[in-house]
């Protein structure tokens, strides 16, 4: 098993081709060194994270997919983890935290085996994994 975290520079996804290319050797790596899985880490906007799940299951290796998310103002709605400290409401492009429903939505159909919460605080994960169980149907995890 090994993990496949999202690249950052400042705070911030980096989302171009260098990282697509990076993201793709790693996951070739990790397969020839011998993992049995990939858990692509702290996925939190659609952009980089369909890279990074795009080059893991293109290994052909089981890829388990694991959300990092928060709790909105509102202390109802959840979503992705910010990148940096800016309210989620902000139009801060790819800064800006994602509604957690349309992030799970948008990357449910590229594939995967297990999905779930992680580097979440506790009380959060529950709500979290309500709204996972909406869009993804297979097994879950779930770790603070």
């Excluded at 990939?38 to 906007?45: C, F, K, L």
């Excluded at 997919?65 to 509102?74: N, V």
């Excluded at 009380?123 to 879950?140: Q, R, T």
Aim: no cysteine; charged share 20%.
């Amino acid at each position: 098993m090994s993990s496949m975290p999202p690249l950052q520079g400042d705070h911030q996804a980096v989302l171009d081709e260098h990282a697509k290319a990076s993201y793709q050797e790693l996951a070739e790596v990790l397969a020839e060194a011998g993992v049995d899985l990939i858990i692509v880490e702290m996925m939190r906007d659609i952009e980089n994270a369909t890279m990074v799940i795009t080059a893991a299951a293109s290994t052909g290796l089981p890829v388990w997919i694991g959300y990092s998310t928060m709790m909105a103002e509102d202390g109802i709605d959840v979503k992705s983890l910010r990148w940096k400290e800016t309210a989620w409401e902000e139009s801060d492009g790819d800064n800006a935290a994602h509604h957690f429903s349309e992030l799970v939505e948008a990357l449910t159909p590229l594939g995967g085996q297990a999905a779930g919460i992680m580097h979440t605080q506790v009380g959060n994960i529950g709500p979290a994994l309500a709204v996972l169980g909406k869009h993804w149907s297979g097994p879950k995890l779930a770790y603070a």
